[in-house]
């Protein structure tokens, strides 16, 4: 396949080059690279290229690792791309690259481009979940796809610190972009804050007249790297799954992690053995009923009650108050009980016991 250019180039003569199944950057003079790479990951300066691959198999096909480690798996890689294996660094994921975003800011000589792939609605983690493998047991049965992927360039001269503050800098942007977008964990009831195999790489430009040895929040760098990566996350997700505000405005959306979910509230009225016609109508019910603004806006408040709640923000009396008034908001007759020994689930029981009866309807009469 003939390769496409990214609009920009990066330093220079450093064109971005999108295969079918890759980002490719061949450098063409000294760079600094800081990645998370299983190849040459760390901080380099050797490097001739740097590549972020897609792994999808081809349909009907399952991934498998081709060599016994990750690191040999992902030489393998790099030959077939035309890198030599010892002096480059790759990320791989199951993102597609056509979806890859593009996103550059400029201040006072100093260009930042963040280029992104991400999907997190299948392997979206909060940090301090409960972890799905060990490494040491070689048990990773339960590991899942999905990946943000962030190539960070900035064509200035950084110190090996701003290297490494540039990694947290992108890293926070990264996490308040899925957040705003209110991405579910998969392995909690909180909110995502990434997913378990996200990969940075950070490349920096030492030909560069411009020495900067800032990339916090308080610098002008620091607002380049924010934006540029959380505009460009953002982007991504919307790109490879339609994760945004649309996909977003439903009420299973915003409750799933809570288990309210519309296969859920479905299981608990197939006990009432209703008839085909019944459950055509609850169906259309809950297709329709979850798109309601008014119901959907009291649920995020709901949502975020409870969020509060856990996190210690509120106390159990405040939430349950709270929690009352927006069930009544909601026209849902089911009162939280003051007393309460676990004001959390119960909030969580009384918000789904009214859902469902607002499905119902008069489905059953």
Partial sequence: MKPEALPQFLFGTDAVLRFEKSIQIHFTEKRQVLSSSPLNGGYREDLSGVFNFDET????????MRAPTYEQHMQIVAKELGFDPAHCAGLSTAAHMKYAASVSDS??????????????????????????????????????????????AVDSHLSEGAMTKAVITATEAKT???????????YSDGLATGTGTDGIMVIANPQSGIYLTDAGQHSKLGELIGSTVLAAVKRALYLQTGLGYQQQHNVFCRMRRFGVTEQALTERFMEYKPSPEQLRLFRQNIKKMALQDELLTYTS?????LDQLKWGMLSVPEAICAGNRLLCLMNMEYRISD?????????IAQYQNGLFDKMVGNVLE
Wanted: hydrophobic share 40%.
């Fill in 176 to 186: 308040a972009a899925i957040q705003e977008l209110l991405a579910q964990s998969f």
């Fill in 301 to 305: 408040l709901y949502a975020h009650l």
């Fill in 57 to 64: 198999p081809a349909k009907g096909r399952n991934c498998v």
């Fill in 107 to 152: 201040y006072n000589g100093t260009t930042v481009t963040a280029i992104v792939t991400g999907g997190i609605n299948k392997n979206g983690g909060r940090a301090g979940d409960p972890a799905s493998w060990d490494e040491r047991a070689f048990n990773d049965a339960n590991r899942q796809h999905g990946t943000v992927n962030i190539i960070l």
């Fill in 339 to 347: 007393l309460s020994d676990n004001g959390y689930a119960e909030m």
